[in-house]
């Protein structure tokens, strides 16, 4: 069964840091970019940021560009998400998610070899997801 399990997240001051992981188990990530998302209390679940899938390409979110950075280990299996000066308006659960197999093949890069990540970032091409790790930023 495929499934990504995120962990990572907490209570943490602002202006904290905090870095999340994705692992991936019952399926290799190599072929698949890779997105991390959230969703506020009350608000509908946004693109946080995406890498492609040889960690060769990456996108943010204008909200989190500068203070987020995601990377990805294929040998591990793994995603993360390293964020620093963290804002309270940064409080959300945190998913991520692969991008679908038949949107990867249409955006790959035929030079490098790798999927692209789709731009924008949006939910409806995006899965399997999990249980989310709850990110929470308060003094």
């Known amino acids: 069964q495929l499934q990504l399990v995120e962990s990572g997240g907490g209570l943490v001051q602002p202006g904290g840091s905090l870095r999340l992981s994705c692992a991936a188990s019952?399926?290799?990530?190599?072929?698949?970019?890779i997105g991390w998302f959230r969703q506020a209390p009350g608000k509908e679940r946004e693109g946080v940021s995406c890498?492609?899938?040889?960690?060769?390409?990456?996108n943010y979110a204008d909200s989190v560009k500068g203070r987020f950075t995601i990377s990805r280990d294929n040998a591990k299996n793994t995603v993360y998400l390293q964020m620093n000066s963290l804002k309270p308006e940064d409080t959300a659960v945190y998913y991520c998610?692969?991008?679908?197999?038949?949107?990867?093949?249409?955006?790959?890069?035929?030079?490098?070899?790798?999927?692209?990540?789709?731009?924008?970032?949006?939910?409806?091409?995006?899965?399997?997801w999990g249980q989310g790790t709850q990110v929470i930023v308060s003094s």
């Open positions: 998610a692969a991008e679908a197999p038949e949107l990867g093949v249409e955006l790959t890069d035929i030079t490098t070899l790798q999927a692209m990540c789709a731009e924008p970032l949006v939910v409806a091409g995006f899965g399997p």
């Open positions: 019952g399926f290799t990530l190599d072929y698949y970019a």
């Open positions: 890498i492609s899938s040889r960690g060769g390409s990456t």
